[in-house]
Structure formats: structure tokens, C-alpha cells
């Protein structure tokens, strides 16, 4: 009793020791952290220890495909501060997607993952769908050739559902993720994969209600925007995180839920401190240039100049702020 108690202090002194420390995101890349793995709620990396992934998302490829390429990636991560990317492949909206062009969505996601191999950083492969349960055989398809062509390089996280709008995770949801994770990792036996939780990425209670347990080295995502989701869905997060759900922000914003502004500061600083409270790893929506609140970029912005200072919006200068410290 005595002895577990002082190896409890011991590990509670460490700890306060050893926060996770934020830092540049830039510097911290797949050469220095290697393979990822997920360790009780925290991601780690080849030597086991916690690391932090900050980074950009695209938008939607079916909308600026023009941002698919190196030109950009390589702004992401030198003036963005990213040591993370996340291409947002479209399944199935009125302008097409992976369902009507598997061709053109294949070679668009493929362009990304090599640029992020190149630069050295990682990339989150976005399965970008609210209704994926309903296109089960394309979803395994793509991540079965993904996970064939890409599975043994380091850089490669998995996203298998964006948000689905369903609330009902053991029955639909759950299921789904299944099959999914069955076709990567009859490919890839180690890579993280992200699990899209209830109601658009907020439901962390149903998620941790009935985890998935005979897997490894799977997280569930967050996804938030300032403006929309505030503390009663951080007491959800927190909740689900205490007890013991491992946990990866794929997409946030500064502004509100349907991307318009205004940038809400102070709620997004409350959101900051909770992702730094448990070292969570955060991916800013979105590296795009349509005019509204959530776009990173100003209007008419092009790859080469993707992240420069003067390039950025209100929205885009706090992530990357954020990236950096
Ligand atoms: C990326 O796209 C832009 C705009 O189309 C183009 O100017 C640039 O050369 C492309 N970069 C690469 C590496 O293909
Ligand atoms: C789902 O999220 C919306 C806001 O995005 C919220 O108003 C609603 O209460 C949530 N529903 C449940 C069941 O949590
Ligand atoms: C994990 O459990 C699910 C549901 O019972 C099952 O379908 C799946 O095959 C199991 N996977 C492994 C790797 O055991």
C-alpha cells in the first residue's frame, strides 16, 4: 500500500516533470518520431514517447483540387509549421466525388501522400463522407489499395469516416469502422487509424460507451468549431478522455460550424488549453481560398504562395501560431 503510494507520487512528480510539451511543429518530423503507435490515450512515437501532430487540412479535393500537389504541402509544413497533412477526399456531393471518379480522387490523394513523404511530415488520409456506412465496398476499396501502395511508409494515418450524422454508433457506425479496419490491416499491420465518431465527430460519449477493444493503435476523432461547439461538448471530451479514450482532433476551426466568420478567440483559447491540457494532436479546416471565415488562405490565393504571411487570414494566422509555439 505504502510502496504504491509513493510510486504514485513518483509517477504524479514525473508527470508535472514531463508535460507534454508543445512545440514547433516543424521540427518535428517522421525522421525524428518514425513509426506511431497509440499508447493507452496518447500517441506516441518509435521510442514511445508522446508526440504532438499539428498541422492543415485541404479542402474538399473535388473543390480545389489546385491545392493537391507539392507546391502546396511544402508550404504547409515550412511556413504553416505542419508536421501533419489531411487531404479531404469527396465520396459522394453533387459536383462528384470518389464514387462517380475513383481515378481522378485516387490520383489526387496520391499526389498528397507523395508530397508528404517527400517532406518528411505525415498525412491523414480523409475518407471525407457523412453517410459512408451507406458506401461500405468503395470505402474498402480505397483503403485497400491505399494501405497496399503506401502501408509500410511511417507517414500514413487512416481517417475511415468524416463525420457521420448518425448518432447511432454500436449498431451502424462501429460496425463500419470494422470493415474498414479489417481491409487496412490485412495491408498494414501497424499504421494509426482514426475513427469518425457520433454526430459529426462530437459524440465522444457514445464512442467510449462501447469502444473498440481487439484492436490496436486506433484513436476516435474530435471535431469542433469554436463558434458552435463550446463547453459542454469539452466536458464530453474531457469525459470520454478520463476514461481512457485515445483521442485525435482531424479537423477544428476558429469560426462556426457552417465555416462563417467571425474567428471566436476566446472559445477557440478555452479549445487550445484542453488540446495542450492532454497533448492532443489538432488538424486546422482549411488551406483554402474561398471567401469565408474558416478558409486559412485569401481569396485567389495559389500554391506558391500557400501560407505565406501576407497570404493568411485572421483564422489562418492563429493556427499557425499555434503550429509553432
Ligand atoms: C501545383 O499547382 C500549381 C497551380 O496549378 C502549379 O503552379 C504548380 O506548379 C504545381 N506544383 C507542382 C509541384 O506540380
Ligand atoms: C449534436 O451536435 C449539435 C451541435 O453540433 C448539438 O446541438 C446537439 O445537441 C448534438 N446532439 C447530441 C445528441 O449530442
Ligand atoms: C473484433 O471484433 C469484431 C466484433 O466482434 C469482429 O467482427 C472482428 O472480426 C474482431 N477483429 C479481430 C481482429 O479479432
Not at 130 to 157: C, M, Q, T, V, W
Request: a negative charge; charged letters at 20%; hydrophobic letters at 40%.
Amino acid at each position: 500500500m505504502k510502496s504504491s503510494l509513493v510510486f504514485g507520487l513518483f509517477l504524479v512528480v514525473i508527470c508535472w516533470i514531463h508535460p507534454v510539451i508543445s512545440k514547433d511543429a516543424l521540427l518535428e518530423t517522421v525522421t525524428k518520431h518514425g513509426q506511431l503507435s497509440v499508447n493507452g490515450i496518447h500517441l506516441v512515437d518509435k521510442d514511445g514517447e508522446k508526440v504532438q501532430l499539428k498541422g492543415m487540412g485541404l479542402f474538399w479535393s473535388i473543390w480545389m483540387p489546385y491545392f493537391y500537389n507539392k507546391t502546396t504541402v511544402d508550404g504547409i509544413k515550412n511556413l504553416c509549421h505542419s508536421n501533419v497533412v489531411r487531404p479531404m477526399i469527396a465520396v459522394d456531393t453533387q459536383s462528384g466525388g470518389y464514387l462517380t471518379d475513383p481515378d481522378a480522387e485516387n490520383a489526387l490523394v496520391d499526389a498528397v501522400i507523395e508530397a508528404a513523404i517527400a517532406d518528411d511530415i505525415y498525412v491523414l488520409i480523409d475518407w471525407q463522407d457523412f453517410e459512408a456506412e451507406n458506401h461500405l465496398d468503395a470505402s474498402i476499396e480505397f483503403f485497400d489499395r491505399l494501405s497496399k501502395k503506401y502501408g509500410s511508409y511511417p507517414n500514413i494515418i487512416y481517417e475511415t469516416y468524416n463525420e457521420p450524422i448518425t448518432k447511432d454508433w454500436s449498431a451502424v457506425i462501429k460496425p463500419y469502422h470494422e470493415a474498414v479496419i479489417a481491409a487496412i490491416r490485412a495491408n498494414d499491420p501497424d499504421n494509426v487509424i482514426i475513427l469518425g465518431t457520433p454526430n459529426y465527430s462530437t459524440g465522444l460519449d457514445l464512442a467510449v460507451a462501447d469502444p473498440i477493444t481487439n484492436q490496436s493503435n486506433i484513436m476516435y476523432s474530435l471535431h469542433f468549431y469554436a463558434g458552435t461547439q463550446q463547453e459542454p461538448f469539452r466536458e464530453i471530451a474531457r469525459g470520454a478522455i478520463k476514461k481512457g479514450l485515445p483521442v485525435f482532433v482531424t479537423e477544428y476551426g476558429t469560426v462556426n460550424a457552417d465555416a462563417s466568420p467571425p474567428v471566436n478567440k476566446e472559445e477557440m483559447d478555452l479549445w487550445y488549453d484542453l488540446l495542450e491540457e492532454y497533448g492532443l494532436s489538432y488538424v486546422n479546416f482549411a488551406i483554402s481560398d474561398k471567401d469565408e471565415g474558416a478558409s486559412a488562405l485569401i481569396p485567389g490565393t495559389t500554391p506558391e504562395h500557400v501560407c505565406e504571411e501576407e497570404y493568411l487570414t485572421e483564422s489562418g494566422k492563429i493556427a499557425v501560431e499555434h503550429n509553432k509555439a
